[in-house]
Structure formats: C-alpha cells, structure tokens
C-alpha cells in the first residue's frame, strides 16, 4: 500500500503562492507517477500537474501552466506543488494521488487512472 499525506495549503490573496507537499510513504516509489488533483465546490475533480518519477516528465493543467511547478524533494519521499501568482479560480480542496502503473500525456489527468490518494488540502485564494 501507499499512503499519501498532503499539507500547506491555507488562504492567500491573489497574487500569492503557497507550495504544497505530498508525502510518500508504503511500497516502492521510484517507478510511480505522482499526480496532484483538484476540486472546487459543484465541480469535477480534475488534473492539475503530474510527475512521473521513472522518467521526471511533467504534465500540467493548461490554465496553470507557466505559475504552478512540479518537483520531487531532496529526500525522494515528498512531491511539492509550487504555485504562484494564484488565482481565485485556483480555489479548491488539492489532493496528491499515485499511481504504479506509470503515467502519460493522455492518461495523467484521469482520476480514475490512481489509486492511492490522500486526504486532501484546502486552498482558497481571495480577490
């Protein structure tokens, strides 16, 4: 099994950053692709950014791309998300999720595609 922790989320004016951690604990993590998720209120959950740990390709979220980055820690068991220059729209409830069967451009941002998850963090960005 893997269990998936995340933490830093919070509320932040618009303009702002915060960088959430997913840490990675359980079975083997070299060979898993790490996905970070989203979900505002009355909406879908839907993919946000995701590194696949084999190879270090990333994969995002068209509206997030070029503000948000992807990167695993020093100590290997932790993936943060770097966001910056956060929106209103970029309010949600962000969850980490894996998957050991690898990753691609078609598949990434899938929920369905992961099965382990964590418990979610909440993020609001004020106007």
Do not use: H
């Not at 505002?40 to 084999?54: D, F, H, W, Y």
């Not at 998300?81 to 980490?96: E, F, H, I, R």
Request: proline share 4%; glycine share 12%.
């Amino acid at each position: 099994q893997v269990q998936l922790v995340e933490s830093g989320g919070g509320l932040v004016q618009a303009g702002g950053s915060l960088r959430l951690s997913c840490a990675v604990s359980g079975r083997t993590f070299s060979s898993y692709a790490i996905g970070w998720f989203r979900q505002a209120p009355g909406k879908e959950r839907e993919g946000v950014s995701c590194l696949s740990i084999s190879d270090g390709t990333t994969y995002f979220k068209d509206s997030v791309k070029g503000r948000f980055t992807i990167a695993r820690g020093n100590a290997k068991n932790a993936v943060y998300l770097q966001m910056n220059n956060l929106k209103p729209d970029d309010s949600a409830v962000y969850y980490c999720a894996a998957t050991p069967y690898g990753t691609d451009s078609y598949r990434w941002s899938e929920p369905d595609e992961y099965p382990y998850w964590g418990q979610g963090t909440q993020v609001t960005v004020s106007a």
